[in-house]
Nanobody, 125 residues
């Protein structure tokens, strides 16, 4: 069992930066691939980024590549999403999630079986 709690969201202006954190409980956190997803009002949940258990491999949606960076600190049971050069279209609720053990479909939200409650990110123009 893994419980996830996000923090770090807020209201910023276009071009600003934010760093989201996702704190996990459970001593098996380091075994999981972790992902960030986002959902804007009236839109589907979209993949943002994922990081393998070791932190050696990271993956990004094209829309955030070069602006967002996912990282993790297994000693602190925490995964981060550094978001730079934010745009109004980045406005959404951001959620972290743990990928089902043994799955490699990190872009598919349905493959994640543990979710945080989400944190709102609003970017004004």
């Amino acid at each position: 069992q893994v419980q996830l709690v996000e923090s770090g969201g807020g209201l910023v202006q276009a071009g600003d930066s934010l760093r989201l954190s996702c704190a996990a409980s459970g001593r098996t956190f380091s075994y999981y691939t972790m992902g960030w997803f986002r959902q804007a009002p009236g839109k589907e949940r979209d993949f943002v980024a994922a990081i393998m258990w070791s932190g050696d491999n990271t993956y990004y949606a094209d829309s955030v590549k070069g602006r967002f960076t996912i990282s993790r600190d297994n000693a602190k049971n925490t995964v981060y999403l550094q978001m730079n050069s934010l745009k109004p279209e980045d406005t959404a609720v951001y959620s972290c999630a743990a990928l089902r053990y043994g799955s490699n479909q990190y872009r598919n939200w349905a493959e994640y079986n543990y979710w945080g409650q989400g944190t709102q990110v609003t970017v004004s123009s």
